[in-house]
């Protein structure tokens, strides 16, 4: 019974934190209010008047305290609606994240078993490169969350205004490599970066400047965000 996620694993999850965070936030303020319903076969979901095209990443036992990852259900094996599920396994396999291969995990030895749970989701979102993803009750003891697979989700970029807030809220949510967080929304981004000591130096769009210093012990020490005319 695992106690704790691998260091494999938590440098894989602070890759998505920042962005993740962003686009998670994004994309509950585009989801109506409103009952949910889907169709896995045709990989539909629907919430209120809003249908997405979605695929099925995982479901979390509340009685059990366990995660399957939605390649390993059984009666999903194989079908379009889990084929991102299995993108992440594969992706897994060939970096070496156990946690990402793994059928089945067994939560109930971390001292929080559904906010385990929730960082599987989390890094499996990450790992699509979904832009989020939507837990929702498929029982009296089950969650199962959905990646939206759909162009109608608005995708959050980089925003020198707003990149400060973005980076401490993503470097304060694991809390496990504050360099991973920034480096990973630079990538994420397709924003070229560079290493200058104790500073990661990033070249937004339109000729903005970002400079991200971290101090002695590798926390985010400041955000300096040279705004051009």
Not at 10 to 35: I, K, V
Not at 39 to 49: A, H, I, K, V
Not at 54 to 66: A, H, K, P, R
Not at 202 to 213: F, I, K, Q, R, Y
Request: proline content about 7%; hydrophobic content about 45%; glycine content about 12%.
């Amino acid at each position: 019974m695992a106690s704790e996620f691998s260091d494999a694993f938590l440098l894989e999850a602070e890759r998505h934190a920042a962005w993740g965070a962003a686009q998670l936030e994004a994309l509950t303020a585009f989801l109506p209010d409103g009952p949910w319903t889907a169709d896995l076969p045709s990989c539909r979901y629907q919430q209120g008047e809003l249908e997405l095209h979605v695929g099925v990443l995982g479901t979390y036992d509340m009685d059990e305290q366990s995660w399957m990852w939605g390649w390993a259900n059984p009666g999903l094996q194989g079908t379009e609606v889990v084929a991102l599920a299995a993108a992440v396994q594969r992706y897994g396999l060939t970096h070496g994240i156990a946690e990402l291969t793994a059928e089945v995990l067994d939560l109930s030895g971390f001292a929080d078993p559904r906010r385990a749970a929730e960082m599987l989701a989390f890094t499996g979102m990450g790992v699509a490169e979904a832009p989020g993803y939507i837990g929702v009750p498929a029982g009296p003891a089950t969650q199962v969350y959905f990646l939206p697979d759909d162009t109608q989700v608005p995708r959050i970029g980089p925003d020198p205004v707003t990149l400060p807030r973005t980076l401490l809220t993503g470097a304060g949510l694991i809390g496990y490599s504050a360099r991973q967080v920034v480096s990973g929304y630079f990538d994420h981004h397709g924003v070229p970066q560079r290493v200058e000591g104790d500073r990661i130096v990033a070249d937004l769009p339109g000729g903005h400047a970002v400079e991200v210093d971290f101090d002695a012990s590798g926390r985010i020490a400041g955000v300096g965000a040279k705004v051009q005319p």
